[in-house]
């Protein structure tokens, strides 16, 4: 008979790549796709040190294991002064959506205030009714919502604009993205008690930092989605992530998200600040460039395997990545093993939110021969993740900004993995 549907363990693309059933199945697949049960689960259990006296006591504050150092963020060697610069995620050392507040990337123009909160102010002026002074008390009296969102540097992955491949990891090519769960103040609240103007049709939101960063965002998205963040997953936003107010636009490039917030003016027209002119504009291939380009276009990365992360033998192996788009939601993501070939559709695992990652999963039957692994994401308006030959056709490779091409890792014979153009 013929089957209407594959089984868990049939092949659903070329070299290797399994039926996505395998994650709706349950443990039943895992003999049959070759992963093999642990033997030692018939071995007597040894009595390790630590059962034999008392661990030590509650700390103030939880840290990691001592055995989880190397999961930090990532620093590039800086070429320019210290505080100018970025740390990146190891996007490829955790699991899930949600990136952890302490590994979440950080960018920086002239280093991270010290603010005393109780001195710190925001500033509401420009074209409204009643100017508005808030404290950080004031703030934290309104009602709150959360939401979780990422944000993405609009220089994330720019290091495959190179004209070869460089020899770097998940990390440090697309590790300037991160999710959190963001709480506090809706925008449009405050705007509202100021008054708007008929007039207005831009904010100029500016931080507090030695850099006074600056943008331009559309008024329309202000009195959307945007938040006023005072808690970053459940506790006060980080220091290097904008405390004690940063601004949240769900889905903008990551800049725009204001850090240290202390001022915003609605204006008729866009500030051309320095930061969205000399810096954030999209260099195009006939000399021109796109400027208030602000959504992050669909995207996807896969996490593991990757490079770093050797497999050590052929066998069941699950390939684990994100994808996100600021234009709304994942609809699918499709992985490919032979280098775009042939692609099957990989599982998305829940909740799957607006302007918010997803984590998908393929299930991949390693033969131990060479295998080029990629992810392709289409969002919910039906943008598709473009290969990068149709990126550099429609936009060229000079720029440094909205890179969200399809990324390649090439698996060789010994399970290693690294960085490929393909």
């Known amino acids: 008979m013929r089957k209407t549907h594959p089984e868990p363990g049939d092949p659903a693309a070329g070299n290797g790549i399994l039926s996505r059933r395998i994650f709706f199945e349950g443990a039943l697949v895992v003999g049959a796709t070759g992963a093999g049960l642990s033997r030692g689960s018939a071995e007597q259990l040894t009595v390790q040190p630590w059962m034999k006296v008392p661990g030590p006591g509650f700390p103030g504050y939880g840290q990691p294991s001592p055995f989880e ?32 507040s302490g590994l979440h990337f950080e960018r920086s123009h002239s280093g991270i205030p010290e603010i005393d909160p109780d001195q710190h102010r925001l500033l509401i002026h420009g074209l409204v009714k009643r100017p508005l002074v808030f404290t950080v008390e004031a703030l934290s009296r309104y009602p709150m919502q959360s939401r979780i969102a990422f944000i993405e540097c609009g220089g994330n992955s720019q290091a495959l604009n190179a004209p070869q491949a460089q020899p770097l990891n998940v990390a440090a090519i697309h590790g300037l993205l991160g999710c959190a769960e963001w ?44 938040l006023l963040c005072l808690y970053q997953n459940g506790e006060r936003v980080r220091p290097s992530n904008g405390y004690p107010v940063r601004l949240l636009l769900p889905g903008f490039e990551g800049n725009m998200n204001v850090k240290w917030l202390r001022r915003l003016k609605l204006t008729a027209g866009p500030a051309m600040t320095k930061d969205e002119t000399s810096k954030y504009t999209i260099l195009l ?22 490079p770093g992360l050797a497999l050590r033998e052929p066998g069941f192996y699950e390939i684990s990545g994100l994808a996100w788009s600021g234009n709304g939601s994942i609809r699918q993501v499709d992985v490919s093993a032979d280098g775009g070939r042939s692609w099957a559709p990989a599982a998305l695992q829940g909740p799957i939110l607006p302007k918010a990652p997803v984590r998908f999963r393929a299930a991949w039957q390693w033969n131990g021969g060479p295998a080029v692994l990629q992810s392709r994401a289409t969002d919910d308006t039906g943008m598709v993740q473009p290969t990068r030959a149709q990126f550099a056709d429609e936009r060229g490779l000079r720029g440094v900004y909205h890179y969200n091409a399809i990324a390649s890792w090439r698996i060789d014979e010994m399970g290693e993995a690294s960085n490929v153009y393909a």
Do not use: C, Y
Request: glycine share 6%; no cysteine.
């Open 285 to 306: 291939k006939d000399e021109k460039a796109w400027q208030f380009v602000f959504p992050i276009e669909v995207k996807s990365i896969i996490t593991r395997p990757s």
């Open 69 to 100: 150092s190397k999961v930090v963020k990532i620093f590039p060697p800086p070429p320019n002064p210290a505080g100018v610069g970025a740390s990146r995620t190891p996007l490829h050392m955790l699991e899930g959506m949600i990136t952890p």
């Open 183 to 226: 709480t506090g103040v809706r925008l449009s609240t405050l705007l509202d008690e100021a008054g708007i103007e008929p007039e207005a049709r831009w904010v100029i939101a500016e931080g507090a930092d030695a850099a006074a960063m600056s943008r331009s965002i559309p008024l329309t998205k202000a009195m959307d989605d945007a």
